[in-house]
């Protein structure tokens, strides 16, 4: 009984180790990156594995950094950012002997959301800054009801708060009482399951049937407004490569480049490049 | 004779309350059953099972990362049972309690007690990151070996602690030789025993995520993983994915409660075949 | 790890000697044994050495009174500022209310199935506890996120029902079965002859129980409820998800929290490597390691202190 075990037990192993060798021939893309992207990415990815079987395209989002650092490591084709990479990262890539490209794939904006039944449409800048900075702590102040605010904001090393800090806060530090969740998804679902929450996330999470969105400076948070740059948080998606792609790689960026491609980041909620 | 009274009725008292206690439990954990089982029975059909997840995870169904989850559990057996059952074996039949004993006892308890969170991170650094197996089942799995380990060794040795005496003497009156009365008399008759305490951790294994998250389990795989080097999507990672990354949860909502469901399916039912086999075992004892 | 196996042929070499042909039937298997055994003591010592190796560093970037005194918590903000005294209360705070809710009904569990229940249930409700205890801890903290926080957010007017007090509850359901398994073995430990004795003395059941079982299994109570904060201090997926996320010193059970475990877990994938932010991570992970061996060693002592006796 031990020795049928062992043998089965080692052939299962190895199976597992087999299995590689057998499926050699197909070309494997890895993404890692950004929690924002990853949604796009997935349905591009499926989409684009229709078309050519032969490719393997598998998609992590262990957040921003995670993505820059697992191509600098090259365990990685291409990193999926919500952020443009730092020049410490660049310079690490560099010392590396990787030479990051950098891919603009989609166009988005941050906006601000609470729950649907809250009154409040709009808010001002400063007065986000102040929410978010703890000096405003009451809806009252901001056309609301008079309740406390619960802020719910996004770890701080995640590209959506750095854009977050870059545009609206500008250095103002967030208060450490707010609430704070470690993905998009996780952002939206704490605010539709709190009335008093305020939170804010990129446009492709905000689901009109669970969150309301904010205006800012009374400007709506759309793909024209995100395009254009007229709201205050529009920012770029990209996605890098180790040098110019090449291969299956190029064919998969310039499939989600292309209107097909775009159509699944609409698709997705996000915004189009053009 | 009041005061008899008295203590006669603090008596009962404490015993209701204990079956209070006791029945409270056992509520909770029914009710926490009977809600995910209730919630997630609809979202359960064979296309659930067997179809790869689909239309960034509100369509298809789970079976990449219930195949993930299979992959890691054989690659961290594969690492975690041999070392184990041999560290057991070192335990029982050679160790003569030296320092260098003494030194593992400490290393292996030391080891049991490591938050999983923290083998993740030495995971990160140790696989994915020195021993250049990047992100991948083959890390993800050895970490999760790592968590199995001592409690690997800590049920094998109680199985080769409960052969008989008897066994090993007679082996040894024959003319056995060390190895061979291990190899060819305590090994078996414990066998049933080390199985059994394989099974738990298989249980406890399938239902880690804080290991997995830095060091293999990946949102979105295509299919399976078709090596070790590739990286896999895990059941518990998927929850927790499906969790805090959809961008629309009213239609992962039911996939996710099918999910914990499977989950809960796959883990529970591991560890009541573990739990059955062990209570089988201890009446033949 | 070859290595280790020369030094023991080596040493068999002269006895091998003796026993002629059987010699390498014998060495070989007990050097192999022994070497892959050592691996034990290999791998921790690895992941002290690497936890160390990559946490050590920011202590360049500040020093230790500013990560252990410091309130701010701002590891990517210009200038940074890595004051870990939040989390670690945050650790701490979800750590002690957890136990204060775990340990005593683990116990008086532990005290029904060792002492009230009657035979034939005995089974069944270990069972149930050790199913209890194999719950995933992704599912527990799914269930405090999305179903127990709305709730709790609506019924008591909090501000949010992730907190403190979500988190702590879902955590006691996790280390309860640690606690009740490993005290209702010692309790079951105690010598009936114990209970015996008090009964013949005119004790009732409830007294024998809390004044005689209780105090002869005292030591072994410790050790589970230690155990089981050992637990608490390390489980990761239920703070991650039910704690609120917020770097503060909690002041009431309604305040959100961020401990260790939930910081690491959150921030490790967004911070590049060898970056500050990420050897802070790591020294995170030294404090939890060191904090669990520190309680384990704790254990050890009042295990060997029991042996004494």
């Known amino acids: 009984m031990r020795k049928s075990f062992a043998v089965l037990f080692f052939a299962a192993a190895v199976a597992v180790a087999g299995l590689g060798s057998a499926a050699g021939a197909a070309s494997e893309i890895a993404i890692n990156g950004s929690t924002t992207v990853l949604p796009f990415a997935q349905s591009t990815a499926e989409a684009f594995m229709k078309l050519r079987p032969d490719v393997r395209i598998s998609v992590s989002g262990g957040g921003s950094g995670n993505g820059a650092k697992s191509l600098i490591d090259g365990m990685v084709q291409i990193a999926s950012m919500s952020r443009a990479m730092k020049d410490s990262e660049i310079n690490d890539a560099k010392k590396k002997g990787i030479d990051p490209v950098r891919h603009t794939v989609a166009v988005d904006c941050i906006v601000p959301i609470v729950h649907p039944s809250n009154p409040v449409n709009n808010l001002t800048v400063s007065q986000i800054r102040d929410i978010y900075a703890g000096s405003i702590t009451n809806w009252k102040d901001v056309g609301g009801p008079d309740k406390r605010i619960a802020v719910v904001g996004r770890d701080t090393s995640s590209g959506t708060y750095e854009v977050w800090e870059e545009k609206v806060m500008k250095g103002t530090p967030v208060t450490p009482r707010a609430l704070i969740v470690a993905s998009s998804g996780a952002l939206v679902q704490t605010v539709a399951g709190n009335p008093l929450s305020i939170g804010y996330d990129s446009l492709g999470y905000v689901d009109p049937k669970l969150v309301k969105a904010l205006g800012i400076d009374g400007v709506k948070g759309t793909p024209d407004t995100a395009r254009d740059g007229t709201i205050a948080t529009s920012r770029l998606l990209y996605m890098y490569t180790n040098g110019a792609p090449a291969g299956d790689v190029k064919a998969y960026l310039d499939f989600l480049t292309s209107d097909d491609g775009q159509r699944y980041v609409a698709r997705e909620g996000f915004v189009t490049l053009k | 004779m009041s005061i008899y009274l008295l203590r006669r009725a603090a008596d009962r008292a404490s015993t209701a309350a204990l079956y209070g206690c006791m029945a409270l439990s056992a509520a909770v954990l029914g009710l926490i059953l009977a809600f995910l089982a209730y919630r997630g029975v609809g979202a359960i059909s064979w296309e659930f099972i067997s179809d790869h997840p689909r239309a960034g995870m509100t369509e298809g169904g789970i079976v990449t990362p219930i195949a993930g989850t299979v992959q890691l559990i054989l690659v961290s057996m594969a690492f975690a049972f041999p070392v184990g059952v041999t560290t057991a074996v070192y335990f029982n039949e050679y160790s003569r309690g030296g320092a260098l004993t003494k030194a593992l006892r400490l290393a292996v308890r030391s080891l049991a007690s490591v938050p999983s969170v923290v083998l993740g991170l030495f995971g990160l650094a140790f696989f994915c990151v020195f021993l250049r197996f990047g992100a991948s089942l083959l890390s993800a799995g050895l970490t999760l070996g790592c968590l199995a380990l001592p409690t690997l060794i800590t049920a094998s040795e109680t199985a080769l602690q409960n052969v008989p005496r008897e066994f090993r003497d007679a082996s040894y009156a024959l003319g056995g030789t060390r190895w061979q009365t291990i190899y060819k008399v305590v090994l078996p008759s414990a066998f049933p025993g080390i199985i059994t305490g394989g099974i738990l951790c298989v249980g406890r294994v399938a239902g880690e995520t804080a290991p997995i998250m830095f060091t293999g389990a990946v949102f979105f795989a295509p299919g399976f993983a078709r090596s070790i080097f590739d990286s896999v999507m895990a059941l518990p990672y998927h929850i927790y994915v499906l969790a805090t990354a959809g961008t629309r949860i009213d239609k992962t909502e039911p996939l996710q409660y099918g999910t914990i469901l499977v989950l809960l399916a796959l883990v529970l039912g591991i560890s009541m075949v573990g739990i059955v086999a062990r209570a089988r075992l201890r009446k033949r004892l | ?309």
Not at chain 3, 200 to 224: D, N, W
Request: charged share 15%.
């Open chain 3, 1 to 309: 790890m070859e290595r280790a196996g020369e030094i023991v042929i080596t040493t068999g070499g002269p006895r091998g000697a003796r026993r002629g042909a059987r010699k390498w039937g014998e060495i070989v298997p007990k050097g192999v044994v022994t070497s892959v055994a050592l691996s034990g003591i290999w791998l921790m010592a690895f992941i002290i050495f690497f936890l160390i190796k990559e946490g050590a560093p920011i202590l360049k970037e500040t020093s230790l009174t500013e990560i252990a005194l410091g309130q701010l918590w701002y590891p990517v903000s210009n200038p940074p500022s890595y004051g870990m005294l939040p989390l670690i209360a945050g650790s701490a705070a979800v750590t002690l209310l957890s136990s204060i809710m775990a340990i005593p009904f683990g116990v008086v569990l532990a005290l029904f199935i060792s002492d009230v229940c009657p035979e034939r249930a005995r089974e069944f409700c270990k069972v149930s506890l050790e199913i209890l205890g194999f719950l995933p801890s992704v599912v527990l903290g799914f269930i405090g996120m999305a179903v127990i926080a709305p709730h709790m957010q609506m019924k008591l007017e909090l501000l949010s029902g992730l907190n403190m007090l979500n988190a702590s509850f879902l955590l006691g359901i996790l280390i309860l079965p640690t606690i009740a398994t490993l005290s209702e073995d010692s309790l079951y430990a105690v010598p009936q002859a114990m209970r015996d004795a008090s009964y013949a003395l005119g004790g009732t059941r409830c007294e024998t129980m809390f004044k005689v079982v209780l105090k002869c299994a005292s030591r072994g109570i410790a050790q589970a409820a230690i155990l089981g904060v050992m637990r608490s201090v390390g489980e990761t997926m239920v703070v991650l998800m039910a704690a609120g996320g917020a770097a503060i010193i909690p002041l009431a059970m309604s305040d959100p929290v961020r401990p260790l475990t939930s910081t690491i877990a959150a921030e490790m994938g967004e911070t590049p490597v060898g970056s500050p932010h990420y050897h802070a991570l790591f020294f995170m992970g030294c404090l939890l390691l060191f904090i669990t061996i520190a309680l384990n060693i704790l254990v050890l002592r009042i295990e060997s202190g029991g042996g004494e006796k």
